[in-house]
Nanobody, 129 residues
């Protein structure tokens, strides 16, 4: 079974930055062939897509939610089986549990939960004003 493990969450003041990482293992195919994404879920709210990145077969095309555009950057290191999310200019409304998600295929796929079948346990991000 594919294993995804997020790290890098924490507490930061508004305007600060954090870099999330997601290490993926136990893959049946090379990591580069998977489309990946970051989602987040705040208390009492539905899980929402933040950013996605396609596989090597789609040249790593990226997509962003409007809330993340211009502030967050998704990237990947296929040699290290690792997905990243650089978050800058953080706002209190970015406070949430952040999840790494993946699926085999070119992508990038729409930032909706149903398109992804592999999930990590999440890492908490808290932004104070």
């Amino acid at each position: 079974q594919v294993l995804l493990v997020e790290s890098g969450g924490g507490s930061v003041q508004a305007g600060g930055s954090l870099r999330l990482s997601c290490v993926v293992s136990r893959l049946s195919s090379p990591f580069g062939e998977y489309s990946m994404a970051w989602f987040r879920q705040a208390p009492g709210k539905e899980r929402e897509g933040v950013a996605g990145i396609g596989s090597i077969n789609s040249h790593g095309i990226t997509t962003y939610a409007d809330s993340a555009q211009g502030r967050f950057t998704i990237s990947r290191d296929n040699a290290a089986n690792t997905l990243y999310l650089q978050m800058d200019s953080l706002k209190p409304e970015d406070t949430a549990m952040y999840y790494c998600a993946g699926r085999w295929g070119a992508g990038p796929y729409p930032l909706k939960q149903d398109y992804f079948n592999q999930w990590g346990p999440g890492t908490q991000v808290t932004v104070s004003s």
